[in-house]
């Protein structure tokens, strides 16, 4: 899960559009896999490639249902004074995905998921009121598929994305005056952005399988309205992107009951170079420059039928910032995350199978070190950590 802290300094009296903008542009770009890809790892899809719907037998429902408790820590020094501040969230992703097998050359299906969201809330009393601001993020993504077997060994797939994001802020702007009061600076917004994706697997022999898929940049311009004390826009809009991201698996079956699998994904950060913010409360802001690089993700998963009717699952996994070392006091994202998780999966009837996860993400401690401009002072460690649950409800036929 990726947290931003916007190292920002502002002394009490001292209003910076700078700072304005670091702090509500970079909440606006989250991974597009950034909470799914934890609760599929346990059943060894860590994405939705299309082509994967092959594997379906007849026609298949799949209801997911994920809860996350964020609980991230700062201590140290910022722009609201010396201590620790805390953000405990809650967060649930529901998911639906329908497939069925017209004949043995094509499979077609739906899905419908929240593909991230995103919750942070400090405090507006908090040290960092000035620097984190409260923020909840949704999305809603409705997803048709197809998969074609080109041959017995190899099978493509193809999907559209209509992604809908939703966008609260709100954070503390310091008094240009010490006769007047702080005043929340608050915008809410919303967008349809559309993209697609697209993949391959292919059967290397009875026992492996390799596969592959691309998923394209994603453009959203949300509307909607800032406000301010006395002031409100009705016409604010943000326009920023989710980047194309490809992913890369192989699965292998060691016998009948043990299989791994080892996927990466590799998302294009640096297509998210600039995020434009216009019409606010307080008017257009300077565009903010992400200087994002390209980054990793690092996932190996293991199944194991114990019986018929029970199977165990472990995996471990690594995701790398897509911020700069150099810059990880500047920019918005957390640090390198791992995370490990097990699994349990049954079979309760014929046709039913009920799959329980959970999964722990974590980071090291980010020693938080930003003195080098007079505007931008935040000095600690922070700790980041995610507990997952996640329920698979699957009936096949």
């Known amino acids: 899960m990726h947290r931003f802290y916007h190292q920002s300094h502002n002394k009490k009296h001292f209003l910076s559009f700078y700072w304005i903008v670091v702090c509500f542009g970079i909440f606006l770009i989250l991974p597009q896999q950034s909470h799914p890809a934890s609760s599929q790892i346990f059943s060894g899809l860590s994405f939705a490639n299309p082509a994967e719907l092959a594997l379906i037998q007849k026609q298949q429902l799949k209801l997911y249902g994920t809860y996350i408790y964020q609980d991230d820590k700062f201590s140290g020094i910022s722009a609201g004074g010396k201590g620790s501040a805390q953000s405990k969230q809650h967060l649930f992703l529901p998911e639906f995905r329908y497939s069925y097998r017209f004949n043995s050359k094509v499979v077609a299906g739906l899905k419908v998921t929240e593909p991230f969201a995103a919750k942070d809330d400090y405090g507006l009393n908090s040290i960092l009121r000035y620097t984190v601001p409260k923020v909840d993020i949704t999305t809603q993504d409705i997803s048709p598929n197809i998969s074609y077997a080109l041959t017995k060994k190899f099978i493509i797939g193809f999907g559209l994305d209509s992604i809908h994001y939703q966008l609260n802020i709100s954070s503390i702007i310091p008094s240009p005056s010490p006769l007047l009061p702080d005043a929340a600076f608050s915008n809410e917004g919303s967008d349809w952005g559309y993209g697609y994706h697209a993949g391959f697997l292919y059967r290397i022999n009875l026992s492996t399988?390799?596969?592959?898929?691309?998923?394209?940049?994603?453009?959203?311009?949300?509307?909607?309205?800032?406000?301010?004390?006395?002031?409100?826009?009705?016409?604010?809009?943000?326009?920023?992107?989710?980047?194309?991201?490809?992913?890369?698996?192989?699965?292998?079956?060691?016998?009948?009951?043990?299989?791994?699998?080892?996927?990466?994904?590799?998302?294009?950060?640096?297509?998210?170079?600039?995020?434009?913010?216009?019409?606010?409360?307080?008017?257009?802001?300077?565009?903010?420059?992400?200087?994002?690089?390209?980054?990793?993700?690092?996932?190996?998963?293991?199944?194991?039928?114990?019986?018929?009717?029970?199977?165990?699952?472990?995996?471990?996994?690594?995701?790398?910032?897509?911020?700069?070392?150099?810059?990880?006091?500047?920019?918005?994202?957390?640090?390198?995350?791992?995370?490990?998780?097990?699994?349990?999966?049954?079979?309760?009837?014929?046709?039913?199978?009920?799959?329980?996860?959970?999964?722990?993400?974590?980071?090291?401690?980010?020693?938080?070190?930003?003195?080098?401009?007079?505007?931008?002072?935040?000095?600690?460690?922070?700790?980041?950590s995610d507990n997952i649950i996640a329920i698979h409800f699957t009936w096949d036929y």
């Open 209 to 384: 399988y390799v596969d592959a898929a691309y998923f394209s940049k994603t453009h959203f311009k949300l509307h909607g309205e800032s406000y301010y004390p006395y002031t409100t826009s009705t016409n604010a809009n943000i326009s920023t992107d989710l980047p194309a991201t490809t992913t890369l698996s192989l699965t292998h079956f060691f016998n009948t009951k043990f299989f791994m699998r080892g996927s990466l994904a590799y998302t294009q950060w640096h297509q998210v170079r600039l995020i434009t913010i216009k019409n606010t409360a307080l008017g257009n802001l300077p565009p903010l420059q992400t200087g994002y690089r390209n980054a990793l993700f690092y996932m190996l998963a293991g199944h194991y039928q114990l019986k018929p009717h029970l199977g165990l699952s472990a995996n471990i996994l690594y995701e790398q910032s897509p911020t700069l070392p150099r810059r990880i006091e500047t920019n918005g994202f957390d640090s390198d995350m791992y995370g490990m998780g097990v699994g349990l999966d049954f079979h309760p009837v014929k046709h039913i199978n009920i799959a329980m996860f959970y999964d722990h993400l974590f980071s090291q401690n980010d020693h938080i070190n930003n003195n080098r401009s007079p505007i931008i002072q935040t000095v600690g460690t922070a700790n980041f």
